[in-house]
């Protein structure tokens, strides 16, 4: 048996209405991982979307507030200002939590979806995502403060996949 690693987001938070899911799939420690993507009623309103240091606490004021959330996924202490424009560069480019730096903005969008794979996001170990938030952003916030306009916890799965052997005879 071989074991693949998986994640998915938990419920939204937040003031923005936007929804969706994100599944992740890394087949092997270390290996690219698959990211699908399906937000809706966005509302041509969120700008980017990534990966925040802390879990979102439930049942506080401010669950998308940076204070609670802090600052983008970015272990290996990548200067952003070393990053090129959105969707441009390569994924080693970008903070590892930044998903819109590597495929994209969410910018006049109503819904996406996509398919993804990032070598850099990992799902187990020291650098993983996996208990962690999601967050997407406003591109202008329309009411002003928080840039937060949805937030969801990443959750991880363990599904077993069995690996058979054939034997040619």
């Avoid at 399906?38 to 049942?59: E, Q, R």
């Avoid at 990992?122 to 993983?128: D, E, K, N, R």
Wanted: charged residues 15%.
């Amino acid at each position: 048996m071989v074991r693949e690693h998986k994640a998915r987001l938990g419920n939204w938070f937040g003031p923005g209405l936007s929804g969706g899911q994100m599944r992740l799939v890394q087949g092997a420690v270390q290996g690219p991982t698959t990211i699908n993507v399906s937000l809706m009623n966005l509302d041509s309103l969120a700008g980017g979307y990534h990966v925040h240091l802390l879990p979102i606490k439930p049942g506080s004021v401010e669950p998308c507030s940076d204070a609670n959330i802090m600052g983008h996924f970015n272990p290996l202490g990548w200067n952003i200002s070393d990053s090129p424009a959105p969707g441009t560069g390569t994924m080693d480019q970008y903070e590892i939590g930044d998903i819109s730096g590597k495929f994209g903005m969410l910018n006049g969008l109503s819904l996406l979806e996509a398919l993804h794979l990032d070598p850099d996001i990992q799902l187990t170990g020291p650098h993983s995502i996996a208990g962690r938030s999601l967050v997407v952003h406003y591109f202008l916030h329309p009411m002003g403060g928080n840039s937060e306009m949805s937030v969801q916890r990443i959750h991880k799965e363990y599904h077993r996949r069995s690996v058979l052997s054939h034997v040619v005879e």
